[in-house]
C-alpha cells in the first residue's frame, strides 16, 4: 500500500525557519517527481514546488521562490522542504504528493496520490 | 501563469442527481488538465487526468472532457460519499495552478 507521510510541520515565527519531511513507502521513490501543496485554512490548493525523480529539476510558485527549497534523499525515501524567511501568509496544511510516471518528461504535473498533510503556522 | 476558473463555486445536489462542473483556463493548455475530490478535513483525493482518464481506482461515475481551454467533470448519480469540494488543475505549465474549487453540498 502506497503511503506518504509528513512531518516537522509546528508554529514558527515570522522570519524564523522550519524544514518539512515527507517519508515514501509502498512504491519505488526513487522513480518518481514530488510536489508540494499547501492549503491556507478555509482556503483552495496552492501548489508549491517540485522535483524531479532525480533531483535534476525543480521548479517553484513565485510566492515561495528564493524563500523555500524542495530537495529529496532517494537512498532514504524522503522529500523536503526548507522555507526560510517564514511569513504569516505561509500559514498552511503542506501536503507532499507523488506525480506519475510519464516519460519523457521528468515533471509531469500529473498529482496521483497526497500525503496526508503537516499544519505549519507562522505567527508571533 | 495560467489562470484557471471554476464554475459554480457551490451547487447543491440530491442523492441520484447527475452533476456538471465546468473549468475555464485562460489560455490553452491542450489535455494538461487533472480534477480532485477534497472532503472536510481530509487530503485531496486525485480523480482525473489528461481531462478524461480516470486515475487508478476511481469509479467510473466520474467522467471528464474538454480540451484547449473548456473542462467538465460529471459525476453521474450523486451518492453521500461524492458529498465534496472539487478542484480542476492544469499541468500545460509551470506553476501548475489551481482552480477556486467547487462545492458540491446537500440539498
Known amino acids: 500500500q502506497e503511503h506518504l507521510l509528513e512531518s516537522g510541520g509546528g508554529v514558527v515565527q515570522p522570519g524564523r525557519s522550519l524544514r518539512l519531511s515527507c517519508g515514501g513507502s509502498g512504491f519505488t521513490f526513487s522513480s518518481y517527481a514530488m510536489h508540494w501543496v499547501r492549503q491556507a485554512p478555509g482556503k483552495g490548493l496552492e501548489w508549491v514546488a517540485v522535483?524531479?525523480?532525480?533531483?535534476?529539476?525543480?521548479y517553484y510558485a513565485g510566492a515561495v521562490k528564493g524563500r523555500f527549497t524542495i530537495s529529496r534523499d532517494n537512498p532514504k525515501n524522503t522529500l523536503y522542504l526548507q522555507m526560510n524567511s517564514l511569513r504569516t501568509e505561509d500559514t498552511a496544511m503542506y501536503y507532499c504528493a507523488r506525480d506519475r510516471i510519464y516519460p519523457p518528461t521528468k515533471v509531469p504535473g500529473i498529482i496521483a496520490h497526497w500525503g496526508q498533510g503537516t499544519l505549519v503556522t507562522v505567527s508571533s | 501563469d495560467i489562470q484557471m476558473t471554476q464554475s459554480p463555486s457551490s451547487l447543491s445536489a440530491s442523492v441520484g442527481d447527475r452533476v456538471t462542473i465546468t473549468c475555464r483556463a485562460s489560455q490553452g493548455i491542450r489535455n494538461k488538465l487533472a480534477w480532485f475530490q477534497q472532503k472536510p478535513g481530509k487530503a485531496p483525493k486525485s480523480l482525473i487526468y489528461?481531462?478524461?482518464s480516470l486515475q487508478s481506482g476511481v469509479p467510473s461515475k466520474f467522467s471528464g472532457s474538454g480540451s484547449g481551454t473548456d473542462f467538465t467533470l460529471t459525476i453521474g448519480s450523486l451518492q453521500p460519499e461524492d458529498f465534496a469540494t472539487y478542484y480542476c488543475?492544469?499541468?500545460?505549465?509551470?506553476?501548475?495552478?489551481f482552480g477556486g474549487g467547487t462545492k458540491v453540498e446537500i440539498k
Open positions: 522535483i524531479s525523480y532525480d533531483g535534476s529539476e525543480k
Open positions: 488543475q492544469q499541468y500545460d505549465s509551470y506553476p501548475l495552478t
Open positions: 489528461g481531462a478524461s
